[in-house]
């Protein structure tokens, strides 16, 4: 059964700052590996989708890594402000259905 | 164009008494899912409906939760007989293609059992 695990589970900085965020999966045999954001009493936005072919996939300020044989993904946040605050949460496909095997989450708090 | 859109986005009911929730995907997503967040469980997996085919429903917690999906677009997720357990935040998501394709999340439901 895949597990996957987000380290750590919160995380404050100050503006400006750049970041690294954690993920880390059991089962390599992965299709590709989404990276979400979360903010409060909202559902889930997509920010960044590695297929398994690929090492790296990047949108603005956000850049995001995968190393199957390793089974861990970061996700890189350049030049953190403080509307980047929000939960940031991994995913891999799994199952069946596909469906979604998420980790539990980091709580980023950007200080202003 | 529009996202997955849910309703209510706010439910509050007594326990035993049944509830529905409803689930617009986005126009042409063949692939839906339905999730529930819950303090201490994080995100799990409920039941995927993926065009005619028979509903995954490996993830149901038990026999109260039910689904279906009609004409292959909106869905409701019921829950019969409400336990105080049972409140979450239920999302439901849609994808263009089944096979681990982006999923795209709804604002969610947010459900509390009395």
């Known amino acids: 059964k895949q597990e996957v695990t987000q380290i750590p589970a919160a995380l404050s900085v100050p503006e400006g700052e750049n970041l690294v965020l954690n993920c880390s999966f059991t089962?390599?045999?992965?299709?590709?590996l989404q990276w979400f954001r979360q903010d409060p009493g909202k559902g889930l936005t997509s920010l960044l989708l590695?297929?398994?072919?690929?090492r790296e996939q990047t949108s603005g300020r956000l850049n995001a890594s995968l190393d199957k044989s390793s089974g861990r993904s970061t996700l890189y946040i350049a030049a953190s402000q403080p509307g980047d605050s929000a939960t940031y949460l991994c995913?891999?496909?799994?199952?069946?259905?596909?469906?979604?095997?998420f980790g539990s989450g980091t709580q980023l708090t950007v200080l202003p | 164009g529009a996202g997955v859109s849910q309703s209510p986005s706010n439910k509050v009911t007594e326990k035993g008494k049944d509830v529905e929730l409803r689930c617009d995907p986005i126009?042409?997503?063949?692939?839906l899912y339905w999730y529930r967040q819950s303090l201490g469980q994080g995100l799990e997996f409920l039941i995927y409906?993926?065009?005619?085919?028979?509903?995954?429903k490996s993830g149901l917690p038990s026999d109260r939760f039910s689904a279906e999906r009609t004409g292959g677009s909106v869905s409701t997720l019921t829950i019969q007989r409400t336990q105080q357990e049972d409140s979450a935040v239920y999302l439901c998501?849609?994808?263009?293609?089944?096979?681990?394709?982006?999923?795209?999340f709804g604002p969610g439901t947010r459900l509390l059992v009395l």
């Open positions: 998501a849609s994808s263009l293609l089944a096979g681990g394709a982006t999923q795209y």
């Open positions: 089962d390599s045999a992965i299709y590709n």
């Open positions: 590695i297929q398994s072919s690929q």
């Open positions: 995913a891999v496909p799994s199952g069946s259905a596909r469906q979604l095997t």
């Open positions: 126009s042409g997503h063949t692939a």
């Open positions: 409906f993926q065009g005619n085919s028979a509903p995954d």
